[in-house]
């Protein structure tokens, strides 16, 4: 029979093994409440605007209750961190440069060509080139 000294070490051994699986699969599905995210990713905001925002509320209200504190603290830090992507995040994205796919060798599509017989294309001048 487990002590109840044990139960801690018990359930930290549990979380460790047994949480990643939801939040891997909650974080690959294609659920409805994938929806939240179609507006703008919110994660860097909170992680940014959470510590800031509980120690200025605990320092301004060390009274609170778990609950109160939970829906003060999650309610100003979603708000932030919704304000923080859409001014500052997401013009900040749009400025980043967009990757390039990368063009497709040329020794390869000279070996397609020769297997089936075909001759490789010729390449087309640039504009401006004679």
Wanted: overall charge positive; hydrophobic content about 50%; aromatic content about 10%.
């Amino acid at each position: 029979m487990l002590s109840l000294m044990a139960w801690p070490r018990l359930l930290g051994v549990a979380a460790w093994v047994l949480l990643p699986f939801p939040v891997l699969s909650f974080g690959l599905s294609h659920s409805p409440l994938a929806a939240l995210t179609r507006r703008g990713d919110y994660s860097y905001g909170i992680y940014i605007y959470a510590f800031p925002v509980q120690q200025t509320v605990t320092f301004l209200a060390p009274h609170l209750g778990l609950m109160p504190y939970l829906l003060i603290c999650g309610a100003v830090i979603l708000s932030m961190a919704m304000l923080s992507f859409h001014l500052v995040e997401r013009r900040a994205l749009a400025l980043k440069p967009r990757r390039q796919q990368p063009a497709a060798p040329e020794c390869a599509l000279v070996e397609t060509t020769a297997a089936y017989g075909l001759e490789p294309p010729l390449p087309t001048p640039l504009p401006g080139e004679p």
